[in-house]
């Protein structure tokens, strides 16, 4: 059945449907990016609200800001704005559509028709999943990118942005004028004070420009952090497979595990659903909730992941069961990133392991290696290197985490262990294969990309154990060098 309002009704009984009247459904929130991760968290939180009578006024509008986001428009559109959730336990398959999402923006290259969505006093929150490399940050510095292309355009062209973040502030410049008053600016992507980090890309980004405005955005919008998580994959032709086995035609079905979660700083200037009815927890202290996530979850992922890529594993699932993958993993988890964590209520860093491997281990949960390992040059500064300066700092052990730096740069090289091409999986993957390619016979070459390692070539310990693993990778392969790690043969 193809899925649409009209077909709602004629879905199979075991198929959960929206039972409010989404015709009567009003705007509140514009949710930039609008891919699989929005549809199966915070826009299934907001779904269960309105299945409860609640949070009608507050109903999703999606954007896009790139040209691609116009084939998922399209997609969208077409089906009502629907989307079919599939639920994948280990053994149980259960499908719900969600309705909370009612439009999605025209996509346009000067942003018109967003910035005039976001300027409509009806939205009071605007939300955005764009990746954690999306925040023009300087890798380095952790401050601003003023010197990025995409914000020298948006500073001089300030009614006509490429970005979200200038058509963001273009909003809010046509609101002030007006006297509406400023939204709420709520990032949902895996970074640390992410609420803080989109404060400083908005706000720097306006001061380029009009620094009055800048002030004006920094005293009247709020930005707060939060924390979120589900284990969403991509979806191809075996989703949209899996859908249609259940009776659905949905062309762009979205599969995830039955874990969420979602922390947030109760910092909104305009008011908010109430997400804590339907299990988001509202709270002043995110910040020991995400450590645990991005260091354990996203961390491990690349710990995970990279070392699949290498050794022609397809999957998470199938890394965790493979003998020396998933005891790297454990080791590397309990022993050098649970020291720098403390506990967040309900949640002790132990047993977070656990569950981490329990969810990774999902076999039916079909997140591909190469989507996990995507965007290295992000995910590794953010997720994973932090916990190496930890371990410098407070004298715990680093080989595991060195061991995952090396890993990746085997990775970066662009060749599996059996031969087979790695394709470019990275923003930055020439000069991440070139760097590689180079320090394989020069390890030094790859720490000295300050960008991503800052000064962390400088410490001996570091680099020498790095080198040391690197170097086993490429003589002996990684399976041996991640079993020499195992029987702590470092």
Known sequence: M??????????PNSVKVPSYDRSQLTPGIVHIGLGNFHRGHQAWYLHRLMQEGLAHDWAIIGAGVRPGDTVQRDKLKG???????IELRPNETS????????????????????????ADPAIRIVSLTVTEGGYFIDPATKGFDSHHADMIHDAAHPATPKTAFGAMIAALKMRRAAGIGAFTCMSCDNLQGNGNVLR?????????????LAEWIENNSTFPNAMVDCIVP????????LAQSLGIDDASPVTHESFRQWVIEDKFCCGRPDWGKVGATFTQSVHDYEAMKIRVLNGGHQIVANAGEVLSIATIAECLA????????????REEILPHLAPAPGMVPTDYVELIKERFANPRIVDTTRRVAFDGSSRHPGFVIPSIRDGIAGGTPISGLALAEAIWARMCAGQREDGSEIDPNDPFWDDLKATALRAKSSPEVWLAQQKYYGNLSENSAFAQVFSGWLRMIWQDGTEAAMAAYIRNDT
């Open 234 to 241: 991509a979806t191809g032709p075996n989703e949209l497979k």
């Open 79 to 85: 089906q009502d704005y629907l989307t079919t959730l």
């Open 95 to 118: 499908a719900e559509v969600v309705g909370s999402m009612i439009d999605f923006v025209t996509v346009e290259d000067d942003n018109a028709a967003l910035i005039a969505q976001m």
């Open 2 to 11: 193809k899925l649409s309002n009209a077909t709602l009704h004629e879905l």
């Open 322 to 333: 493979h003998e020396q993958i998933g005891a790297y993993f454990e080791k590397t988890a």
């Open 200 to 212: 400083q890309t908005v706000v720097s980004l306006a001061r380029m420009s009009d620094a009055d």
